[in-house]
């Protein structure tokens, strides 16, 4: 069974640029999750959809960060224009939304913004 | 304000003894909990969980407790292994009612050593 896969493992650029972090979901899945894991605040939701749709984006850290859904099995967190304080390993995950089914995580993205 | 707290950065066990890992949690509409593992350079794995109508639920050499009155769960791993040895997350969510149905709020995370 393929799990959640996130593109790329690994990115460096500049601050200023534009980064586009990618996710494919596991099949089947209807709740889509984004999560930026830092030393400081550890573990936190940025954005999730259900079906497709944005549900809750509060915690989204400002407009330079937008998330999209176009389909079922793709997800998009775009980050424009980059900041160093942006640095992290940023995390999607799948579920199968209700009845208390656990996310299941991809092995996320490390972003540097130099 | 941080409503899931796993205060011990870092615990030490040797192998073949129980490991207890602590969380605590300040919201009273969370009603599912979950254990998340998670190795360097790889994604949290889901551990076990347990909604708030048990107070105990067991899979295999892992048992989640649950105290509601103190709001708190604690993590049992009898007995210990080297391979247990990665960083545990503690996570809570509401299932019933609000808008942030399927929302999981994070602990810092654990520490676990698991010494041969």
């Known amino acids: 069974d393929a799990g959640v896969i996130q593109s790329p493992r690994h990115e460096v650029t500049e601050m200023g640029q534009e980064v586009t972090l990618r996710c494919k979901p596991i099949s089947g899945h209807d709740y889509l999750f984004w999560y930026r894991q830092t030393m400081m605040r550890g573990l936190e939701l940025l954005i999730y959809?259900?079906?497709?749709?944005?549900?809750?984006d509060s915690g989204m850290p400002e407009d330079r960060f937008s998330a999209k859904m176009p389909n079922a099995s793709f997800s998009t967190l775009k980050i424009q224009p980059s900041e160093p304080r942006d640095s992290a390993v940023y995390f999607c995950?799948?579920?199968?939304?209700?009845?208390?089914?656990?996310?299941?995580f991809g092995d996320g993205t490390r972003l540097s913004i130099l | 304000d941080q409503q899931v707290k796993q205060n011990s950065p870092s615990l030490s066990v040797q192998e073949g003894r129980i490991s207890i890992l602590n969380c605590d949690y300040t919201?009273?509409?969370?009603?599912?909990f979950l254990w998340y593992k998670k190795y360097p350079a790889e994604g949290p794995t889901f551990l076990i969980s347990?909604?708030?109508?048990?107070d105990k639920n067991e899979d295999g050499r892992f048992t989640v407790f649950l105290n509601k009155s103190a709001k708190h769960l604690s993590l049992h791993i009898v007995p210990s292994q080297p391979g247990d040895s990665a960083v545990y997350f503690c996570a809570a969510s509401r299932l019933r009612g609000g808008t942030s149905y399927g929302k999981l709020t994070f602990g810092q995370g654990t520490i676990l050593t698991v010494h041969p």
């Open positions: 959809f259900n079906n497709n749709v944005p549900i809750d």
């Open positions: 919201n009273s509409m969370f009603d599912y």
């Open positions: 995950a799948s579920s199968l939304g209700h009845g208390g089914q656990p996310q299941h």
């Open positions: 347990i909604s708030s109508i048990k």
